[in-house]
């Protein structure tokens, strides 16, 4: 049987939760991930020192060893110096959120005023604190993530010692971007590598293929696949693994996320399998997020096999993408 | 208290169903409209003259009176001519479905080869039987309307004294194509003169405001308003009304459909006076349908207020649109 062996994978794009949820979730990511970079858009988001590390024990507490590292980050305000040197090296990155623009986003960024931001991302580019960004703005739906390419130039120009991640993308406008300013990179959730909105509301409405940004035309998957595949070495793997109890997902306000955490080693094996490139899912799924981030994630060893496994229709109440699908890879053994 | 009333209002397209649904949704429409176009989309579809009187009798005997009038119609085949005189005066018009575009329409049309429909097409010109169609490719969700007017440019340049109505538009690139061709119509559903893609994705996932065709972008939107509440003389208004039980929105793969009828003259009226275009709605909203289709509706006044009315949660457990929302006009008397 074919099989694939992958070293210490990365999620560099990660939803916890809290609570029970995080008690039920973290452990399937720490199952098969190294390592990744945990979101802070909690109730209310973490924005200080004594909540990441909180945060972080819990997290700890969660999983079931410690050959795990969660890489902790918090809420973009415009803090100042001080307090971002105090929370340094607690942290691996800062996340931007638009205010509103997804979930728990709230209390985010209302307008993208360079000059109040100055002060902060100054401040993160001497400290060499990345920058993660949800692009999106408040405009219509399919066009949110292209109308927020001139909030990335503005940023990159403005910053050019700043890393800035653009987070999950999912459009072709935002793969052009990559190679116009060298202090951006982006994540790829592996959904945005398989769906486009006919999966989501082309046949039936597909409540658990619905996330923020929502997937888009056949041309932008087109175009995540292709920087995908070869692992172009600016983009990283980042599920954006986001889940919701079943009964915030089939109703009649269906939030958003995917659920994605204990089957994205799986899938991604698939498709780069798919389009003879699995020997560059290993610098997609790690090297790349190692160089970027100039991390060195505890040893992990992931072998997949390729046959057929059967999604489970649910994990601790929570429905993954493809539920009750088989798909064509499964782990094998985790050393 | 502003009141409005309305003559004889006419839903030239909507969705009855079948037995226990039909008892219980055929009578909301037949308390405020005074007929309505029967769309054919059984399980399986109505296609011969037998099916069509008796699925008449069954709405007939669901409505608690005799000033309903449905207007019967049948599946789009390849019939004959023979066929079409035997049924004839039974029918007001015939629906066109591509294949598998929508709910139960896997019988429908597969390819649109005009010589093919050449005899069928040429025999309901001659018997004056109207082509109402759904006008959508299989391609890209947000392409298909769009996609599809290549076909009605066909059928309406080949088959000209044919009338052809385009049902539920939902863009720009349909409206455009009214005055282009004398024999093509078009219904406009409220909710399409209510909601774009934001409505259904753009912050929450809606199942109750998912439907097919999907609604569009802003401009789409405009282009529908603006057609409407000038009352354009080929356009009517068609609710597109479509009952789901609950269980199957709610879901993890929610079926297409957004539920109206109880609440559709309402909506049509605060629409229309926000746009201070109150005396054109009942051009819209029946003159127009009179015309186009040459019918005579039973009389029936529905007298509306301006006052809030809170839509009800569910009407025999089918969740309408706008549900426990509270929207501007109410039905006050009907006569």
């Known amino acids: 049987m074919k099989t694939h062996t992958l070293l ?28 990744a970079i945990i979101m802070p858009n909690l ?3 973490v924005t200080s020192l ?7 024990e819990r997290i700890m507490a969660a999983v079931p060893n410690d050959y795990f590292e969660p890489y902790m ?12 040197e105090s929370v340094a090296d607690e942290i691996t990155a800062i996340k931007l959120y638009p205010a509103g623009i997804t979930t728990n986003s709230e209390d985010g960024v209302s307008s ?13 580019s001497a400290l060499e604190i990345p920058l993660c960004v949800h692009g999106e703005t408040d405009g219509f739906v399919m066009d949110r993530e292209a109308e927020f390419m001139s909030v990335y130039e503005s940023l990159a120009t403005s910053f050019p010692n700043l890393k800035i991640i653009m987070e999950h993308i999912t459009t072709k406008a935002a793969v052009e971007m990559l ?32 996330c923020k940004p929502i997937a888009k035309r056949p041309e932008d998957l087109d175009a995540l696949l292709n920087i995908a595949l070869k692992a172009h070495p600016k983009v990283m793997f980042g ?21 994605t955490a204990p089957i994205a080693l799986q899938l991604l094996c698939e498709i780069f399998d798919q389009y003879n490139k699995l020997d560059n899912l290993q610098t997609f799924v790690s090297d790349n997020a190692q160089s970027i981030y100039r991390i060195c994630p505890e040893f992990k060893e992931i072998i997949l096999e390729n046959r057929p496994f059967v999604v489970p229709d649910n994990y601790s109440g929570v429905i993954p993408m493809y539920a009750k699908e088989t798909i064509g ?6 050393e």
């Open 8 to 35: 210490m994978p990365l999620d560099m794009h990660l939803h916890l939760r809290d609570g029970v949820m995080l008690e039920n979730i973290a452990p399937l990511t720490a199952y098969s991930f190294s390592g």
């Open 43 to 45: 109730v209310p988001p």
């Open 50 to 56: 004594k909540d990441v590390k909180a945060y972080k």
């Open 73 to 84: 980050t918090i809420f973009y305000k415009n803090y100042d110096k001080a307090f971002l």
């Open 112 to 124: 993208f005023d360079i000059e109040k931001m100055r002060p902060t991302l100054e401040a993160m």
């Open 179 to 210: 190679d116009k300013h060298d202090n951006l990179y982006a994540t790829i959730t592996v959904h945005h590598l398989l769906l486009t909105l006919d999966d989501v509301i082309g046949g039936m409405m597909m409540p658990h293929n619905f």
């Open 239 to 259: 599920s954006d693994s986001a889940p919701h109890p079943k009964d915030k997902k089939e109703s009649s306000g269906c939030a958003a996320g995917v659920f």
């Open 329 to 334: 890879w499964a782990i094998e053994n985790v």
